[in-house]
């Protein structure tokens, strides 16, 4: 039997009775908050499938599923070993360089340079567009 939440609080389910005969309630809305606060936005990694294959592939539910996960994985593994290297060097920011420095730590040598290209792009990118502010600004 299911219990209902408080308003605004989180759904809960009954676990069964203990040996009292009164059901515990185990919260499934946190558990699948966390799920979702782990993973990639699917939407975003739907478009970028798209994008990468020719037009008219559909793409399973299953599968679509899976790369969510394992981008999601990528980038949490990537961003653990960037902020490793910046409590080594006692500090809070993770920057840029820190997840060019993972990659390469991690053997991704294949993504720093791609990366480091892009980044040097969108860089200049945002400095022509503050410096375009500035100038409608003044």
Do not use: W
């Not at 981008?71 to 060097?89: G, I, K, L, P």
């Amino acid at each position: 039997m299911a219990a209902s939440a408080p308003p605004g609080g989180p759904a809960a389910e009954s676990a069964g009775p203990d040996a009292e005969g009164i059901a515990p309630l185990v919260p499934i809305a946190i558990d699948a908050q966390r799920e979702q606060d782990r993973l990639l936005p699917e939407a975003n990694i739907v478009r970028i499938m798209k994008r990468a294959l020719p037009d008219g592939t559909k793409v399973s539910k299953e599968a679509k599923a899976a790369v969510v996960e394992a981008a999601s994985e990528f980038v949490a593994f990537v961003t653990q070993e960037a902020n490793d290297r910046c409590r080594m060097d006692g500090r809070k920011t993770l920057t840029a360089e820190d997840l060019l420095a993972a990659m390469r730590t991690l053997g991704l040598d294949q993504y720093h340079d791609v990366l480091l290209d892009y980044l040097i792009r969108h860089r200049e990118a945002h400095k022509s567009e503050r410096a375009d502010k500035r100038k409608r600004d003044d």
